[in-house]
């Protein structure tokens, strides 16, 4: 007997004991059993995430989103996104996953970061300045060893090689917040620009120096920390 001869009340009794990958991989094997699991699968891929140490014994959530970012699942963040899964926080008038993205709260991969940035920009969430602080987060920061964040840094840095080892993914991100969403080439107006440097001291390869002063970086400016 095949799944299709299954009564729909034994599939979806016997998908209730599987967890999501297994769910998933039970849809597709056949066309009849992603339709009919469909709707469950949404269900499961918009809900609330427990967070990983809980406190004070109450159980805290975080939105799906913020946990695919976290975990880095591109594919469900794209899809979280595509069906307006935001995890907007219309009580705070805050959207957690975006703020951390610019305030570099956390290590967001760059596919992650260029879905989440097409996704703010559509939903007019992305101002030039936002854009300007996404691009600084691209760039390695003028630090010393031992200094603060260095540990961080590196370890978000060995992570981004892994990821995109010929640094092509990150020229395109950072063209595309240069050509499409505002962002500013030099760098001067952004938080701590001071501390950080300009983009184009902070530029390590000849293609994102070349990239900079394509879109008008100013090679003049210099930050009191340089």
């Not at 609330?48 to 913020?66: E, M, N, V, Y």
């Not at 992650?112 to 097409?118: D, E, K, W, Y």
């Not at 001071?194 to 090679?219: E, N, T, V, W």
Request: charged share 25%; net charge neutral.
């Amino acid at each position: 007997m095949s799944l299709a001869d299954l009564p729909n009340e034994l599939i979806f009794e016997v998908a209730s004991y599987l967890d999501d990958a297994s769910l998933s991989g039970l849809s597709r094997i056949c066309k009849g059993a992603q339709d009919l699991l469909q709707g469950d699968l949404h269900r499961r891929a918009i809900t609330d995430r427990p967070t990983s140490q809980p406190q004070s014994g109450a159980r805290l959530t975080i939105s799906a989103l913020d946990w695919a970012v976290k975990n880095h699942k591109v594919p469900l963040v794209r899809y979280l996104l595509a069906h307006n899964a935001t995890g907007f926080d219309a009580t705070k008038q805050t959207w957690p996953a975006l703020d951390r993205l610019i305030d570099r709260r956390d290590y967001y991969d760059i596919g992650t970061t260029m879905i989440l940035v097409a996704k703010a920009a559509e939903l007019g969430r992305l101002s030039g300045i936002d854009a300007t602080a996404i691009l600084s987060n691209q760039l390695p920061d003028h630090v010393e060893p031992y200094s603060r964040g260095f540990y961080a840094d590196r370890d978000r840095d060995r992570y981004a090689h892994q990821e995109d080892p010929d640094g092509s993914k990150k020229l395109q991100l950072v063209d595309l917040l240069l050509s499409k969403y505002g962002a500013d080439a030099t760098g001067a107006g952004i938080k701590d620009a001071g501390y950080r440097g300009s983009f184009l001291h902070r530029a390590r390869c000849p293609k994102m120096f070349k990239l900079l002063l394509q879109h008008k970086a100013d090679i003049n400016w210099t930050s009191s920390y340089c």
